[in-house]
């Protein structure tokens, strides 16, 4: 664990927002000289406090202009390997995340699809047909808004 002060904070929130940006335009922000905050951002980096960058896409821009949350429940407990699941759910193009949690379901995924037939051709064929598959729901994304993060 990495002692944060402010300066690391504000850092990491510019970052949050726009990871591309390069030290000498993220010092201005925060205060900092381009070596003082690529230093810093060093540091949090080795320290694993920063574990990498993430591209976001304009899906719609891709052509997919569905999203949607499916709560996947396992339908043989004890008698499907979770690795083999994951790995199977992992290897469908429109699956963007597997998330293994507590609770009602054994996996949330995270799905992108063309439209709503896209979507119904996805479930049908590609996850509904893996083994140990048993009961979905599904939530289709109307709006997102992107927070920051825990970073006060």
Known sequence: MIALDDTDRAILRELTHDAGQ???ALGRVVGLSQPATWRRIKRLTEAGVIAGKRLDLDLEALGLGVTV???????????????DVERALAAIPEVQTVEHVLG???YRLRVVARD?????RIL???IMTLPGVGEVEANVLLSEER??????
């Open 69 to 83: 949350f499916l709560g996947v429940k396992l339908a043989l407990r004890g008698r499907t390997a979770l690795g």
């Open 104 to 106: 009602l379901y054994d």
């Open 147 to 152: 927070l920051g993060g825990p970073i006060g």
């Open 124 to 126: 049908r064929r590609r």
């Open 22 to 24: 390069g030290a000498g």
């Open 116 to 120: 709503i037939a896209d979507f119904e």
